[in-house]
């Protein structure tokens, strides 16, 4: 009986969580401190607590952008660690030692926000291009308690991001109706995608924790985003909800660690080049070609 109320709660739920904030960047149409609260006005609409992966270089190692993480903590959402300068741990230049030093000066500044957790969210989702880099940063998150923040929904929501600010940049009344509907399609494609890849390799459905980005694009259309969700009969949840889905406390070994942990378990399983793997990989791709048509 556990086991089918655990199941049930799960099925066809995702939570949402947000890498790289706050940013103090400068984009069209809002300044940073209209970003951020565009976006905890319509998780508050919608009364979902989300996370806030901070890359403490974006902003909140300055007073002013800190205060905008602060309000997400506030707001009763997770506060959780993306390092200072979203250093990539496969670069060859990339000592493990130097990755491991970013995560611990993220902490410092994070740790007397409200809603701080001791949760990791790997740059790039990257977990090392060496046994050694993998290894290494599996003990030290042990070692400090640290949860690897796994993400199993992959988006290119950045991508699309980039792509709404060039169109800005190049005419402020530019229409932005195209890009909204693929932005749309791209993560309805993804949910089902990778809703599929988990009944495939679990046999069920997970509690899916997609990544989104602070970001313009979301600031602009998480409403619709949520919206889109709602109507396609998922529920949102709670990241540490999700979390408690045993699946993520899987540790897939290969070679080179990373990306979705659904992905990564079917790479790791020999799945291969399954079908319709390459839409989950081609970053927005697809629907960057039909934009241009």
Request: hydrophobic letters at 45%; charged letters at 20%; a neutral charge.
């Amino acid at each position: 009986m556990l086991g089918a109320i655990s199941l049930s709660a799960h099925a066809q739920s995702v939570a949402l969580t947000f890498d790289d904030g706050p940013r103090l960047e400068s984009t069209p149409l809002m300044s940073p401190q209209q970003r951020n609260a565009a976006l905890l006005a319509t998780l508050a609409r919608h009364r979902i607590q989300a996370a806030l992966f901070v890359t403490a270089g974006n902003g909140a190692d300055r007073p002013e952008g800190l205060s905008l993480a602060r309000a997400w903590g506030q707001a009763g959402h997770a506060i959780g660690n993306h390092t200072i300068s979203h250093l990539d741990l496969h670069g060859a230049a990339v000592t493990l030692a130097q990755y491991q030093q970013e995560l611990l000066a993220c902490d410092a500044i994070i740790r007397s926000s409200p809603g701080y957790q001791k949760w990791f969210r790997y740059t790039n989702l990257r977990e090392g291009n060496t046994p050694e880099k993998r290894d290494g940063m599996r003990t030290f998150l042990r070692e400090h308690a640290y949860r690897n923040a796994y993400v199993s929904l992959d988006t290119s929501d950045w991508r699309f991001d980039e792509q709404l600010q060039k169109m800005l940049k190049a005419d402020p009344q530019a229409d932005l109706a195209p890009l909204k509907a693929l932005y749309l399609a791209h993560l309805r494609q993804r949910a089902l995608a990778y809703r599929a890849l988990s009944q495939q390799l679990q046999g069920r459905d997970i509690a899916q924790v997609m990544l989104l980005h602070h970001n313009l694009i979301n600031a602009l259309w998480l409403d619709d985003v949520i919206a889109q969700f709602k109507t396609m009969g998922w529920s949102i949840v709670t990241p540490a909800q999700a979390f408690a889905d045993p699946v993520y406390q899987l540790a897939p070994e290969r070679p080179v660690a990373g990306q979705s942990l659904l992905l990564s378990m079917a790479r790791t399983l020999g799945l291969g080049k399954f079908e319709g793997w390459e839409r989950l990989v081609d970053d927005g791709d697809y629907e960057m070609k039909l934009l241009e048509r």
